[in-house]
């Protein structure tokens, strides 16, 4: 760990849930930029002096190299910030930045009654995914298929913890891709808080009364290049959950052939390994109609890992067809858009396309 004492040269945004400030470090360093929480240190002002986690910075990292706010100096004396929640369920627990939140389920929340008794998804679709930058497309795909079916993203804590942090959430939401937020475990900063991603998923379709429910992890990935040290390890457990809660799960693909990792072309070893080693129920696994080539080279790496040993393929349209609107919402992956990477983009429009089919089957989910 590495913290630095820093002075505000600029506040760059704000709002309630998040700053970005311009700062400069004590340790000379160029001008940078620091994310701060106001639910966790307060709002930061121009000329303030903060303490900053410089870590990830140090380490060069990318979706995580940025400083963050620790701790605002202020004047030095008293209560340096007091927003209680009204709930006594704690997140980031046993760290210094520990956070009150107002959990579902906790005897104090408005929705502690429906918790009580909601046990089962009756059928719901969840799209299980691998990558966050994957939500938004999902989400883009369910509205194209009918604009008025309610969806809700429950975000897990093997990636960023801090919802936040996700502009591509933030715009999701605004756009009405998106029409419920929810993090569970550690993660904060939803619409709704859940002890974990169980409870989540019931208090998607319970409390927020959504027709589909997207699950993944904040923005970040970790990844070690080994069989199970990296964060998609995530959408296995997720399909394991919503199979315990009476859902239906839904497997988004992470697919390239652009990405200049071997261990991510095709089918990202990501996805194989949560497939075939973390899932232990059965999933229905959108595959995308893709151009010859690819959609042979992609069944090939499928039967090869013994993914339909316990998965079965999504029923598809065999004709291409055009991507749904985004509403102006922009995605990219490592970077990557949809004309970089358009394999990847297909698998996650497909994913909201089944989910759509499976909602339409159902009357009883909307």
Not at 121 to 143: F, N, R, T
Request: net charge negative.
């Amino acid at each position: 760990m590495r913290l630095v004492w820093a002075n505000v040269a600029t506040v760059l945004h704000t709002d309630s849930l998040i700053q970005e400030l311009q700062v400069v470090t004590d340790d000379d360093l160029p001008p940078s930029i620091a994310i701060n929480y106001p639910g966790l240190a307060g709002v930061c002002g121009a000329g303030e002096r903060v303490l900053l986690n410089a870590t990830a910075v140090g380490l060069g990292l990318g979706t995580g190299g940025k400083h963050f706010v620790v701790a605002r100096l202020g004047d030095g004396r008293g209560v340096a910030l007091e927003q209680p929640s009204g709930g006594h369920i704690m997140k980031l627990r046993y760290t210094p930045l520990q956070i009150d939140v107002m959990s579902v389920e906790s005897p104090e929340s408005p929705y502690h009654d429906v918790m009580l008794t909601a046990d089962n998804l009756a059928g719901m679709p969840v799209v299980c995914c691998g990558l966050h930058s994957q939500v938004s497309l999902v989400a883009a795909a369910i509205k194209q298929s009918d604009p008025d079916c309610s969806v809700a993203y429950c975000m897990t804590d093997s990636g960023s913890l801090a919802l936040p942090l996700s502009n591509v959430v933030s715009a999701s939401v605004d756009a009405g891709l998106i029409d419920a937020t929810i993090t569970c475990g550690q993660a904060f900063g939803g619409d709704y808080e859940a002890v974990n991603l169980h409870s989540g998923l019931l208090a998607a379709r319970h409390v927020a009364g959504a027709a589909v429910a997207i699950v993944a992890i904040g923005p970040g990935m970790v990844g070690t290049a080994t069989p199970f040290g990296h964060g998609g390890v995530a959408q296995g457990e997720a399909v394991n959950a919503v199979v315990s809660l009476q859902g239906t799960p839904i497997v988004a693909l992470r697919l390239s052939f652009t990405d200049s990792r071997e261990r991510h072309r095709v089918v990202s070893h990501h996805t194989l390994s949560a497939l075939t080693r973390v899932a232990l129920a059965p999933a229905l696994v959108a595959v995308p109609t893709l151009e010859a080539e690819q959609a042979e080279q992609v069944d090939i790496a499928l039967t090869a890992a013994g993914v339909w040993r316990l998965h079965e393929r999504a029923p598809m349209a065999n004709e291409m067809v055009p991507d749904p609107d985004m509403r102006g919402v922009e995605v990219t992956t490592m970077g990557r858009g949809p004309l970089d990477d358009p394999a990847f983009f297909a698998a996650a429009f497909a994913a909201g396309a089944v989910a759509g089919d499976v909602v339409r089957g159902n009357s009883g989910l909307c």
